[in-house]
């Protein structure tokens, strides 16, 4: 059994007029148990050149309902450039240049694949990971 | 303008045969620009129904903004979970001790939901940057 863990820290001295400073830690765990997360696609980096809506994880019968936690970071340094997600045909939100999102994917059915839509077909860097339960194998091409 | 800062740090002595440590700070920015988030919305609610409900209604939001949104599941338990939903989208499931960070543009009808897994007093905490 594998330790993971994923810690979030929010800061700001001028959001409010109390200081913001949160830390939470979360030990990612199979769904249900205190059984640690053993799989994972480890951190992968693609340049998108197109602006293409692409497949970026592929939800299968394996991590259906399952606890997987998906990473998906924008790596580009241009504040205009952002990358569309989705899951399934739903926009979750833009990613843009330096932002980065950590999601529980449980992957509600096989057809929730999450997609994404980068805004420039010139050299937009994404770097991705996803830590899970199971994943279904495909046949090699 | 705010400055806000969200750092991750994603680690394993062992989930990998090479230690895994990733860290990553985002500055909260409005849309297409360097100028920073500047309103915050914190609340904590403890739910005692199994009846999905909005979380957070795009209402007040701009639409196909760079909002960002933290929740965070504050139970113990293992095995009581919220199901976090965009519109009719089932995003994940939090169980005790999970948080997730996403970014949301607050399209029309694309509330953030939430369903507790079961109905003996569940809390969650959350934040909107905006």
């Known amino acids: ?141 | 303008m705010a400055t806000t800062t969200a750092t991750i740090n994603i680690a394993s002595a062992d989930l990998t045969d090479n230690a895994l440590n990733i860290t990553n700070t985002a500055t909260l920015n409005k849309r297409g620009n360097l100028e920073g988030l500047d309103t915050i919305i914190s609340a904590t609610k403890t739910f005692t129904s199994t009846s999905a409900v909005d979380l957070v209604a795009v209402t007040g939001f701009t639409a196909t903004a760079a909002n960002k949104v933290y929740i965070a599941n504050t139970g113990t338990s293992e095995s009581d979970y919220f199901t976090i939903g965009i519109q009719s989208e089932e995003v994940g499931r939090l169980y005790g001790g999970d948080w997730m960070f996403i970014p949301w543009d607050a399209n029309t009808d694309d509330d953030i939901t939430i369903t507790p897994s079961v109905a003996t007093a569940m809390t969650a905490e959350y934040m909107v940057f905006s």
């Open chain 1, 1 to 141: 059994m594998a330790t993971t863990t994923a810690t979030i820290t929010l800061s700001s001295a001028d959001i409010q007029s109390d200081v913001l400073a949160l830390t939470k830690q979360a030990t990612l765990n199979k769904g249900g148990t205190t059984t640690g997360l053993e799989q994972t696609t480890g951190l992968n980096k693609i340049i998108y050149v197109s602006t293409a809506n692409v497949l970026l994880l592929d939800s299968t019968v394996l991590g259906v309902g399952k606890a997987a936690k998906v990473y998906i970071a924008n790596k580009s340094t241009d504040a205009s450039e952002y990358l569309d997600i989705q899951i399934h045909d739903q926009n979750v939100g833009r990613l843009y240049a330096g932002d980065w999102m950590f999601i529980p994917w449980s992957q509600s059915d096989p057809d929730g694949n999450i997609r994404v839509k980068p805004s420039v077909a010139t050299a937009l860097p994404v770097e991705y990971m996803m830590i899970h339960e199971g994943a279904t194998q495909t046949a090699a091409a």
